[in-house]
């Protein structure tokens, strides 16, 4: 086995787990990758899963999908680490927004309007 | 050959007057900026790629037209160089990522185009910190070019992400440069290295043809040796621009341009306003610089403390910058070729942004919303709200940024006015304990530039700062 390939193992062996270790075996999600052409086949769902949403933490869950729809060999131990760190910031930073007391008119500040190519009339 | 030796860091207006009465031509002042760009710019990564046979070939082209007496302007045969996130046509576009070095969009950014038809010669497209470092870079070694180098301290950092503009025309490399601020990028590397950088409000200037980091919240603008001088490149890239839907539809006239005008302020009172202060973060040369810059304005104005109002700015932005950048960079990351990025951790940031849930991107927009009319109400009875630029001056390149910045800003006015594109400028006003520069900021309601510039302006007529040149060796 070439250096590559031992270091490719243990980049997977890491992230299989980190997964692990963070509760994840109870989570069966597909582990087939949604790039798949044939598309993803359907998840298969935990008998009681209840428990499971109670005891995984959400950043958790959301590391287990970005690894699984993205893997890469690059995906090391400071990757996975600092990957996790973001997505605990992100939930923060959601929670954060949701407290927010906004108004049903509160409407976002987009940048839209409606659309119609200029034409050249004939008559 | 006249001695074009003090020109390094003269103003526009200098070098325009030079020009017209015949000291210099605008070859000449081409192969002098030229020359200080292919010498001194590796010296502070600041350049990516000089652009001689273009610079000659504008510069040229302004001199036989000067000489028939066709003028474009006071930038007509002016020098000057843009942030490598600006599309170019014939010339690569590098965004400042090893993986996109030698890509090329072969056309003129909208910017470009409005500054070659002003007569303003192409020198040089400048160094930046990679996809204007929207990947979360923690450490000065962030780009393809190596870490931006400050034009005082070749050991400390220019700022990011508009980094090379930041130390080439704070080293007199170049007269004024073009750079992009989603938030602070324009701010930063002005405040570090001495000069004058102005933020635009947001679609001011056309984002036609520059790298969309956050396409709610990109901003192009100037920055160059003085505020006059922002005022007189942001006077011919300003305006509506049927290729950015997001550009203002009307136009826009600095109202210092053209002959000298009378000392600024001198027919008015300012009304200045501060905010709270955390003076815990500042360095004390930098709150002993501020609190000099404010009796400095008692001059000119009055000067009320206020409050912006209590609403989450940095969340709002994080939030918009993060989403639209993960939209905009998705394919870049999932492809693979994210992980050829220079800082280790630029080559995972982004990741994360590909999971926000687009309820979390919604309401932050609908907070913006509050944000803009808000902040509008607090800040609109004065002509400019006043901060320190930066904390400290600039630190070491071998430090990460949490060892030194002290978080960059002291103020909320930062994430605010950047998730209200609002305008702002930054000007220095002192030294730091290790000889770097220090900033004053002034911000102002939407659609403002020329309040903020007539403040800027008057403090410069009144100070010094500006006059002061790093020894470059």
């Known amino acids: 086995m070439r250096q590559d390939d031992r270091s490719r193992m243990l980049r997977r062996d890491f992230t299989r787990q980190f997964v692990l270790g963070a509760g994840l075996s109870a989570v069966p999600l597909t582990t087939a990758s949604a790039a798949s052409s044939d598309g993803p086949p359907a998840p298969k769902l935990p008998e009681d899963p209840a428990p ?72 | 050959m006249p001695d074009t030796t003090s020109r390094a860091f003269a103003s526009i207006r200098e070098l325009a007057a030079d020009l017209r009465s015949g000291a210099v031509t605008s070859v000449q002042l081409a192969k002098y900026f030229l020359d200080r760009l292919q010498k001194h710019g590796p010296k502070f990564n600041a350049v990516v790629r000089v652009t001689h046979d273009v610079a000659l070939d504008q510069a040229g082209q302004a001199d ?8 474009r302007g006071l930038l007509h045969g002016i020098p000057y ?36 038809a002003a007569g303003a010669v192409l020198c040089a497209k400048l160094s930046m910190v990679e996809l204007a470092g929207g990947f979360g870079y923690k450490q000065a070694n962030a780009s393809f070019t190596g870490p931006g180098l400050n034009a005082w301290d070749k050991t400390c950092w220019s700022g990011g992400s508009s980094s090379g503009p930041g130390s080439a025309v704070g080293a007199g490399l170049i007269p004024f440069a073009i750079g992009s601020e989603t938030w602070g990028s324009i701010m930063t590397p002005s405040g570090y290295n001495g000069i004058a950088g102005l933020r635009p409000t947001y679609g001011r200037v056309s984002r036609h043809g ?23 490149v942001l006077n011919v ?67 009320d403390a206020i409050k912006l109002p209590d609403l989450p700015y940095p969340v ?25 990025l220079s800082a280790p951790e630029d080559r995972w940031g982004g990741f994360s942004n590909l999971l926000i849930p687009a309820r979390d991107y919604i309401n932050a927009l609908r907070i913006r919303g509050r944000i803009q009319k808000e902040v509008d109400t607090a800040i609109k009875d004065f002509d400019a709200i006043v901060t320190p630029t930066l904390n400290t001056e600039a ?13 960059f800003v002291s103020t909320e006015i930062s994430g605010a006015a950047n998730a209200a594109g609002l305008p702002g400028i930054t000007v220095p006003n002192g030294f730091g304990a290790r000889g770097l520069p220090t900033g004053l900021e002034f911000t102002s309601r939407a659609l403002s530039e020329n309040s903020i510039l007539e403040a800027a302006v008057a403090f410069q007529q009144r100070t010094d700062w500006h006059k002061r040149t790093p020894v470059i060796e």
């Not at chain 2, 630190?395 to 978080?407: H, L, M, N, V």
């Open chain 2, 316 to 340: 709002v932005a994080s939030t918009i910058i993060s989403c639209e950048m993960g939209a905009a960079f998705g394919e870049f990351m999932t492809s693979g070729d994210v992980w050829e």
């Open chain 2, 64 to 71: 036989e037209e000067l000489k028939r007496g066709q003028d």
């Open chain 2, 210 to 232: 520059a790298m969309a980091l956050s396409w709610t919240m990109d901003k192009l603008g100037p920055m160059c040796r003085t505020a006059d001088d922002c005022g007189l």
């Open chain 2, 81 to 116: 160089a843009v942030k490598d996130l600006l599309a170019t046509k014939g010339i690569p576009t590098s965004w400042g990522a090893a993986p996109l070095k030698d890509q090329l969009i072969d056309e003129d950014a909208t910017v470009v185009g409005r500054l070659r």
């Open chain 2, 237 to 303: 890239i300003a305006g509506p621009d049927p290729l950015d839907p997001t550009s203002i539809p009307t136009p826009w006239t600095y109202a210092r341009v053209g002959p000298a005008k009378p000392e600024a302020g001198a027919h008015r009172r300012f009304r200045f306003a501060t905010l709270d202060v955390d003076f815990d973060k500042l360095e004390p040369e930098v709150r002993k610089n501020y609190e000099g810059s404010l009796e400095v304005l008692k001059q000119i104005g009055t000067i």
């Open chain 1, 52 to 123: 499971v949403a109670a005891e995984v933490p959400p950043e958790v869950l959301l590391l287990t999908y970005l690894v699984r729809r993205y893997p890469s060999d690059h995906l090391d131990e400071v990757a996975i680490q600092g990957i996790f760190r973001d997505i605990r910031g992100d939930v923060a930073r959601g929670r954060a927004l949701a407290e927010f007391p906004l108004r049903n008119s509160d409407e976002p500040a987009f940048v839209y309007s409606a659309y119609r190519a200029a034409t050249v009339s004939n008559s």
């Open chain 2, 395 to 407: 630190g070491p390149i071998t430090q990460k940024f949490t060892e030194w910045s002290r978080g």
